[in-house]
Nanobody
């Protein structure tokens, strides 16, 4: 599975950005898709995940501001980020989990930079 993320950039605090991630390749069996982020000097952390059926889970720090969605027909996952804060600055990574015959595979996109200026 290849994951191609796009949509990062520079935005002022309070602004909005949208991220997109396209999955291609051996996409059969993709279950959860999600977004993680890594700020300089910090560990990678979960931002939001969404199941194939649409169930979502968010980090407490982004609840009410970020919305994750996916289009199973297009093998896409999206992250709409509103009311951005400087602490949201990080490299954002798309993630997919594929389950085939009880084996679990995890895939990562290349990362896209999101910078929020104060």
């Amino acid at each position: 599975v290849q994951l191609q993320a796009s949509g990062g950039g520079l935005v002022q605090a309070g602004g909005s950005l949208g991220l997109s991630c396209a999955a291609s390749g051996s996409i059969f069996g993709i279950a959860n898709m999600g977004w993680y982020r890594q700020a300089p000097g910090k560990q990678r952390e979960l931002v939001a995940i969404i199941s194939r059926g649409g169930s979502t889970n968010y980090a407490d720090s982004v609840k009410g501001r970020f919305t994750i969605s996916r289009d199973n027909a297009k093998n896409m996952v999206y992250l709409q980020m509103n009311s951005l804060k400087p602490e949201d600055t990080a490299v954002y990574y798309c993630n997919a989990v594929r389950v085939v015959e009880y084996a679990r595979y995890e895939y990562w996109g290349q990362g896209t930079q999101v910078t929020v200026s104060s």
